[in-house]
């Protein structure tokens, strides 16, 4: 079986990622969404908030589950769950700079493999960041993120910090 892991904060999931996501659903035998926690960083939305969120918007895909990926490194994440690639989506060079010294850590590391998936032009200007932003401001955030994601939005959701 070939598995993938496709990791990330989440903090909303938009459209960009569920493209992403769904195209390695495509090439893989399973794929894992890791919900990660950087403590570093306020999150708007709580981590059940992000799985709940990515579970209910990725339920149509076969082989896609969703999990927290908890404390640790992602290449250990990987190697726990018998995953021999991760996958990330680029919108940029800036990404792929910003990733490639990712990616040969965690080849080291545990062997695991990274395979970038260039964005749909269609999304490669959606960040979480710029989501919470206009969402936060009282934009129209409805074209750019799942309904699953948008019912919180509407709710007025947030999380001070973030939660394992």
Do not use: W
């Not at 960009?16 to 495509?26: F, Q």
């Not at 894992?32 to 969120?53: C, D, G, Q």
């Not at 964005?119 to 932003?133: A, P």
Request: glycine share 8%; hydrophobic share 40%.
């Amino acid at each position: 079986m070939r598995r993938a892991v496709c990791p990330g904060s989440y903090d909303p999931l938009h459209n960009g990622h569920v493209e992403i996501i769904a195209r390695a659903a495509s090439m893989f035998d399973e794929v894992i969404v890791a919900v990660s926690t950087n403590y570093a960083k306020k999150y708007r939305f709580s981590l059940e908030e992000r799985l709940a969120m990515a579970r209910e918007t990725l339920s149509y895909l076969a082989g896609t589950t969703v999990e927290p990926m908890g404390d640790g490194l992602l290449a250990e994440f990987c190697r726990d769950h018998g995953a021999g690639a991760i996958v990330k989506g680029l919108r940029t060079t800036q990404d792929y700079h910003y990733e490639l010294p990712m990616a040969h850590m965690n080849r080291k590391l545990t062997g695991v493999e990274t395979v970038f998936l260039p964005g749909d032009s269609r999304y490669t200007y959606l960040s979480s960041t710029l989501i919470k932003e206009v969402g936060a401001l009282g934009g129209d955030i409805s074209e750019f993120v799942p309904k699953a994601v948008l019912k919180r939005f509407q709710a007025g959701s947030t999380a001070s910090q973030p939660t394992a």
